[in-house]
Structures are given as C-alpha cells and as structure tokens.
DNA sequence: CGCCGCTTTTACAAGCTCTTTACAGGTCCG
DNA sequence: CGGACCTGTAAAGAGCTTGTAAAAGCGGCG
C-alpha cells in the first residue's frame, strides 16, 4: 500500500493497477515490456535509473549480460509516445536512462559536469 | 441480488434471467455454451477477463489446461453479433478478451493492437 | 438405429511480442 | 584525429498466441 496507485503529468498517465497507459486521453498500445519498462521508469520520475537496474528488473538480467533489447524497447516506447518522446525519456551515456515528469525538462546536453542529478544505488 | 437483471446497451440487449440476448430487436440465436460466454463477458464490461478466468467460469477448466475451443466460440459468438463483432468483443494478446460497450470503443489502428486497459485479478 | 445440433478437437494460417543481428552514428578520452 | 565504447535504428527470426475451417465426439430424440 506504499505504491500510488498511478502515476500523472501534464500528457501521461500511468495506471499501475491496470497496467496500463494514456497520452492525451488516448490510450497507449503497449506491450508487457513496453509497460514494464515505462512503469518503472515513471516510478523513479526524475532519477536517472541504470542501465543494469533496468535489465535486472523487467528482464530479470544479472549484470554482466549483453544485449541490445531494452535500447530495442526504449525506441518502442519513445515511438509510442510520440512528440513527448525525447522530453520524457533521456538516455544518459553511459549510464542509463531517466524519465522525466513532463515541463521538468532541463536540458541535458554532455557539458553538465555539475552534479548530475539524482541516480538509483549511486 | 447485486447483480442486475440484464445488459443493454445500443444495440444489445442481454437477459440473465432469461438467458437469452437480443441484437437490434432480433433475438440471437445462442446455444448454451455461446450465452454463458456472453453473459460473463458482458458482466464484466469494458473489463478485459483473463483467458483462464473464461475457462474456469464457463468450462470449470484450471489452470494448465490448453484447448482451442474458447477462441471457437469467441469466433461463433462473433459471427452472431453481426457487423458489431470487432467493436463489441476485443482481443487482448496474451490476456484475455473484453466486452467493450457500443461506442466505448477507440479504434486505433496502424501500429498496434488494443490498449491493455483494464483487467481482472492483476 | 440414424439424424441432428452442440461442443470439442485438430491442423494449419496468421498475427504479435520479444530478441538478436548488423551496421550506423555518438560520445569520451588520450 | 583516432580508437574504444556506447546508443540508435532497421530488419530478420524464433516462439508463442489467436483465427479459422473442417472433422470428430457426444447426447437427445424420433
């Protein structure tokens, strides 16, 4: 009962209990790994969420593996979100990737030598 | 006495105490199985309903049990249903089916199939 | 018994999701 | 600049799920 049940912005809203997604008020055809990855993206909105923990959580990974699927997921997803692609999801070389709640898009850009945000088990 | 008496919608009509189903005035033609797949779908409208949970309701099968005979009649009930088949009776891939009431229905089409919106016991 | 309607099985076609592969493009750092 | 990684992208393939048609099982009834 810690868990919101959902999770909301500006476009986005994501039903955990439903597994399920809207954008816009039009619901988002997306797989179960596509709403496992952009859930648990959203659950850490605003931090950056590594690489590792990514695949060790939807895909159940150890580290140490290699493998193209989630960018493969990642770029489903950003499709599907449409024009908010790129200002909701970032990839941070190197490290991995972080949602960000709609409005609250600093931009990224590598000169950012400041201290980079807020990152998972770091 | 929770439950109500029938279902109705624009253009169907389904009786629980009668079990029987009306689609634009014409009373379908349902056998057993066909109505109680109905009834229960339409209990749960707008809901998707898991495949095991259509199985074990109208079949009394548990779980771990494979056959082809639900999507058979999911595929008899569509074709009673006429030209509202595809709007009426959703396939949700790899959960379940869901009644969708007359006009609650978004077609989306290209990219993908049917948002995974709501579901049963997940 | 023989027919008939309902249900289930069978077999194959079609569709969907996920993963891998291969290569292009970016980023970091000396 | 150049090499070593890392990520973006498209396409192909494997594996599983669902659609469909036809045949087989089953039970009631004249």
Redesign the pocket.
């Known amino acids: 009962m810690d868990h919101p049940q959902c999770y909301r912005d500006t476009h986005l809203l994501v039903d955990f209990e439903r597994r399920s997604a809207t954008l816009d008020t039009q619901p988002m055809?997306l797989?179960?790994?596509?709403y496992d990855l952009l859930a648990l993206l959203v659950t850490y909105a605003g931090v950056i969420v590594p690489?590792a923990e990514l695949l060790m959580r939807v895909?159940g990974y150890g580290a140490g593996i290699r493998?193209?699927?989630l960018?493969?997921?990642?770029?489903h997803l950003?499709c599907k979100l449409g024009v908010y692609a790129d200002s909701y999801i970032e990839?941070?070389?190197?490290?991995?990737h972080r949602f960000q709640p709609y409005g609250s898009s600093r931009r990224l850009q590598?000169s950012a030598m400041e201290p980079p945000a807020l990152a998972l088990g770091v």
Chains 1, 2 share one sequence.
């Open positions: 055809a797989t179960r790994k596509e690489r895909w493998t193209r699927t960018d493969v997921h990642i770029r950003r990839t941070v070389f190197g490290v991995g590598s």
